[in-house]
Nanobody, 123 residues
Framework: QVQLVESGGGLVQAGGSLRLSCAAS??????MGWFRQAPGKEREFVAA???????YYADSVKGRFTISRDNAKNTVYLQMNSLKPEDTAVYYC???????????????????WGQGTQVTVSS
């Protein structure tokens, strides 16, 4: 079975940086994604990365966030720079063997999820 565990969340001031990690155990699939969910809002796509390192970003984070992975460590990262209060949310990592470049932005297409880590950006 696949198990995903996020870490690295916390409280940071606007303009600051934070680095999230997602450690995978058991079976690892090709595409890994990051999603976030703020109170009262639907879960939204943040970024995704393929096995070979192709990256994809939501327009809201493009240029500020960087997704990367270390396949040897079975870990995916999300480096978040120039953080804004609107980035405040619970961040989840996810994976699924069936996602494609078309479906990787849709949270319902993922069957394996981490527990989430809280990111709070203050003004």
């Amino acid at each position: 079975q696949v198990q995903l565990v996020e870490s690295g969340g916390g409280l940071v001031q606007a303009g600051g940086s934070l680095r999230l990690s997602c450690a995978a155990s058991g079976r690892t699939f090709s595409t890994m994604g990051w999603f976030r969910q703020a109170p009262g809002k639907e879960r939204e796509f943040v970024a995704a990365i393929t096995w070979v390192g192709s990256t994809y970003y939501a327009d809201s984070v493009k240029g500020r966030f960087t997704i990367s992975r270390d396949n040897a460590k079975n870990t995916v990262y999300l480096q978040m720079n120039s953080l804004k209060p609107e980035d405040t949310a619970v961040y989840y990592c996810a994976t699924d063997p069936t996602v494609t470049t078309t479906t990787m932005r849709v949270h319902a297409r993922y069957n394996y999820w981490g527990q989430g880590t809280q990111v709070t950006v203050s003004s």
